[in-house]
């Protein structure tokens, strides 16, 4: 019988480090939920101690949560890991994650500790965080860089001290795949009582090699995978959850452990978590990119007709590709639309929330033939993000743009309730729009991405518009989504707007000593 991989998802956590993928609440339980209908084993849902704000994240992750265990991260002293003990205190299983750095830069530079007093701390955190909890979980930060002693060492006496699994982390994405997967056998031959603990990996993807180096350690008998969905991380990223799964479950030749995920959840949670981080994910991206099981060669093609394993390792559907299509329109009743949003795992709160999605969708019905279940993503997201972010509110635009003459907007904006006229040329009609707005909000950010994509085919298709704004240091990304692009990119750009606005509580974890 094949062995247990663990699969533990940090797309709450390590994901929401990249800049401008900062999430909601909501947002994160609703991700939460997908990674739970996915089978995720553990979901690191955020950094309990970085503020309130994810302090009541995480709370809200593990009231919801039933199947997966749900984890916090804390540093290795007490108001950390005091509070990630109260953050998952409702969860039906709940893990602590405690770390301390254990490379020479990060000891000497960083910590400005030394090696003895960082092995005690590491101690003292495992066993304060096992007054809370049996799961405790510890991370000796740029493993990939410490000496194969001192980690040994480590090791040892965290796992002496009541910690399940140890992670071992390629922080800074530094190691190659031998490299890393020699590093877990050594560890695991060395220390005496490596068979009492689960060990597992964490690897960033610096050189693009993240996925090789999980899968290595894999090979050398990792039982437990940090990962993320599409990749998503600080920096290049993490581990992609899809490629490190389908790898394992196509590569049984090879890999004598499996996972328990169910694969035709991956695209949905791939989809939902690029909706809601406004990071698209490229075509030719592996497992859930648009080109991902697209084949336009000829030879390929034929290949594929007469035997589609020539050209294809794994079948779509497998990993959720299909062609279910929502075939509603402005006649539908609103129980129908009710039931298909519930069978792509949208439920609402509220009689009035779902009254005002449905009148979205009447909406849309009427300017497009055919709904795809991508467009009632991407309408709900729309349906978040206005009801979290009001201080600014797109009322109406209008934009000229003809051959030889400069495009003109004129846009009016709600600021705080009260409308406000703006009107500005522009190098194109996106342009003129973001100016005339600007004309009203003077905000000062800089626009640092401007992205569009079409969420579904045909002319008719939703764009889908990314904006990301700096100012000040923060960096936050705007969504917008709707028929006409240069509306989608106002709706992005006011979304932009309205969450830099906000006033910062959220400490971001690279501010302490993220793995």
């Known amino acids: 019988m094949n062995d ?31 990674l739970e209908r996915m089978r995720v084993d553990i979901i690191e849902a ?9 302090f009541d994240a995480v709370q809200a992750v593990a009231r919801e949560v039933k199947d997966s265990t749900v984890c916090g991260l804390a540093r290795a002293v007490e108001r950390d890991i005091d509070r990630a003990a109260e953050a998952i205190k409702p969860a039906a299983r709940g893990r602590i994650h405690t770390f301390i750095a254990t490379s020479p830069i990060h000891m000497q530079n960083k910590l400005r500790m030394t ?15 096992r007054q809370y909890t049996d799961d405790v979980e510890f991370s000796p930060e740029d493993a990939g860089r410490s000496e194969a002693d001192f980690l040994c060492r480590v090791l040892e006496a965290v796992i002496a001290a009541g910690a399940g699994t140890v992670n071992i982390p390629d922080t800074v994405g530094y190691n190659l795949p031998h490299q890393f997967g020699g590093l877990i056998k050594t560890l695991r031959e060395r220390i005496p009582n490596s068979n009492k603990a689960i060990f597992s990996v964490h690897c960033h993807n ?73 990071f698209p994910v490229q075509p030719n991206k592996a497992i859930v990119g648009a080109n991902a099981f697209a084949h336009e060669s000829g030879i ?42 519930k069978e792509i795992g949208i439920e609402f709160k509220t009689e009035q929330e779902l009254n005002s ?8 019905a009427d300017k497009k033939h055919e709904i795809f279940d991508e467009d009632l993503q991407a309408l ?26 400069t495009p003109f907007a004129n846009v009016t904006v709600a600021v705080n309730g009260s409308e406000k006229q703006g009107s500005a040329p522009g190098g194109g009609p996106v342009d003129a729009s973001f100016r005339a707005i600007d004309s009203i909000v ?60 906000v006033p910062v509580e959220r400490t971001h974890p690279q501010v302490g000593t993220p793995i």
Not at 115 to 121: D, S
């Open 442 to 501: 003077g905000s000062g950010g800089q626009l640092l991405l401007y992205s569009v994509s079409n969420i579904t085919t045909g002319t008719d298709s939703q764009g889908e518009v990314t904006v990301r704004l700096e100012k000040g240091g923060r960096i936050v990304n705007g969504h917008g989504a709707d028929t006409d692009i240069v509306i989608a990119s106002a709706k992005a750009y006011v979304n932009a707007l309205n969450k830099l606005v």
């Open 300 to 341: 390929h093609q034929d290949g594929v007709i007469k035997k589609r394993e020539t050209y294809e390792i794994m079948r779509a559907e497998d990993v959720g590709w299909t062609a279910n299509r929502m075939v509603l329109g402005k006649h539908s009743g609103r129980n129908a639309f009710k039931q298909r949003l």
């Open 46 to 54: 955020g950094f309990p101690a970085a503020s309130n704000g994810d």
């Open 357 to 364: 999605a449905f009148e979205r969708f009447k909406d849309l």
């Open 115 to 129: 090696p003895e007093q960082v092995l005690e701390r590491a101690v003292w955190a495992v066993k304060r965080a």
């Open 4 to 34: 247990r991989l663990i699969i533990f998802d940090t797309t709450l956590r390590d994901g929401e480090q990249s800049p401008g993928a900062s999430m909601t609440k909501d947002e994160k339980v609703r991700i939460a939920k997908q």
């Open 206 to 278: 610096d050189l693009g090699l993240a996925v090789a180096n999980s899968l290595s350690a894999v090979l050398n008998g990792a039982r437990q995978v940090e990962c993320t969905i599409n990749g998503l991380g600080e920096r290049a990223g993490n581990a992609a959850l899809e490629e490190i799964v389908m790898t394992v479950r196509t590569r049984r030749d090879l890999f004598t452990c499996d996972t328990r995920i169910d694969t035709t959840q991956i695209v949905p949670a791939s989809r939902l978590v690029s909706n809601i981080t406004g």
């Open 380 to 405: 709900v997201t729309e349906e978040n993000i206005e009801q979290e972010n009001e201080h600014y509110r797109l009322v109406s635009l209008k934009v000229c743009s003809q051959t030889g003459e």
